[in-house]
Structure formats: C-alpha cells, structure tokens
Nanobody, 124 residues
C-alpha cells in the first residue's frame, strides 16, 4: 500500500508565502514524476508544477517565477514553495506521484497516486 500525505496549506494574505510538502510512504520501489495540481471551486483540476526523478521541472504559466518545486529523494518528499500569492491561487492543492510499488517491481509498471488535498486560501 502506498500513501501520499500533504501538509502546509492554510490562509495567507495577498503577497504572502506558503510551503506545501507531500511525503510518499508505504511499499515503494521507486518514484518517477512527482507534482502538484490544484482545483478551484467550479473549475477543473489543473497541473501547477511537476518534477522528474532527475530534477527536471515544469510549471504552469500562471505560477512561473512565483512557485518553486523541489524534491528530496531520500525522504520521498516533494515540496512546493509558493511566493507572491494571489487570490486566484486559492484552491485545493493535490499532490500526485507516479510510483512503482514493490509488488510491481518486476514489471516496473508505475501507478498514479494522489494525496487527500490541502486547502490554500489567499485573502485580499
């Protein structure tokens, strides 16, 4: 069994900062891409940022220059540093990871895992 546990959401004023963390645990053989998605009320879930196992990063245009994704492979953890927050960043943020479980190690077939979501609210 594999789990993703998020932390770090909350309420912040415009221009403030928050740091999200997501730790993967359980029967893990390897982790490929890790990332963050968000879903605002009445909108579809969208990719915010992702990072490969080798450290290559990808950002949505709306957050580029303000958000920074990083990961600590020794801790199976991905982070999202969010600076200069805006009201439009308000959403539930979900962690996502492509993980090869120990059960799938022979085939190296990854599966998609999601965290439970953490609320980020930016007040103006």
């Amino acid at each position: 069994q594999v789990q993703l546990e998020e932390s770090g959401g909350g309420l912040v004023q415009v221009g403030g900062s928050l740091r999200l963390s997501c730790a993967a645990s359980g029967s893990i053989f390897s982790i490929n891409t890790m990332g963050w998605y968000r879903q605002a009320p009445g909108k579809q879930r969208e990719l915010v940022s992702s990072i490969s196992s080798g450290g290559s990063t990808n950002y949505a245009a709306s957050v580029k220059g303000r958000f920074t994704i990083s990961r600590d492979n020794t801790k199976n953890t991905v982070y999202l540093q969010m600076n200069s927050l805006r009201p439009e960043d308000t959403a539930v943020y979900y962690c996502n990871a492509e993980i090869v479980s120990k059960r799938a190690a022979r085939t190296m077939a990854p599966a998609d895992y999601w965290g439970q979501g953490t609320q980020v609210t930016v007040s103006s």
